[in-house]
Nanobody, 128 residues
Framework: QVLLVESGGGLVQAGDSLRLSCAAS????????MGWFRQAPGKEREFVAA????????YYTDSMKGRFSISRDNAKNMVYLQMNSLKPEDTAVYYC?????????????????????WGRGTQVTVSS
């Protein structure tokens, strides 16, 4: 069992940066592929980024490449999402996920099934 707790969300202006953090419990953190997903108001959950167990390989949704960066610290059981040049369309609840079964995924139920463990999410609001 893995417990995930996200933090770092908030209200920012377009063009600003935010770093989200996800703290994971459990001794097997380093064995999991980790990821970030998001769900905007009125939309389905979508894939944002993934990172492999060692942190050597990352994968991003095309629209977020170059702006978002996922990283992890296995010694601290932490995974991060650095978000730069934020846009109003980035407004969403951002979810940390552990033990990704596959990625990327189609928004909606495909993404909902993509990970074994989920955090409760942190709200990111970007004003124009």
């Amino acid at each position: 069992q893995v417990l995930l707790v996200e933090s770092g969300g908030g209200l920012v202006q377009a063009g600003d940066s935010l770093r989200l953090s996800c703290a994971a419990s459990g001794r097997t953190f380093s064995s999991y592929t980790m990821g970030w997903f998001r769900q905007a108001p009125g939309k389905e959950r979508e894939f944002v980024a993934a990172i492999d167990q060692s942190g050597s390989n990352t994968y991003y949704t095309d629209s977020m490449k170059g702006r978002f960066s996922i990283s992890r610290d296995n010694a601290k059981n932490m995974v991060y999402l650095q978000m730069n040049s934020l846009k109003p369309e980035d407004t969403a609840v951002y979810y940390c996920a552990a033990d990704l079964l596959y990625y990327p995924c189609r928004p909606g139920s495909d993404c909902d099934r993509a990970a074994a463990y989920w955090g409760r999410g942190t709200q990111v609001t970007v004003s124009s």
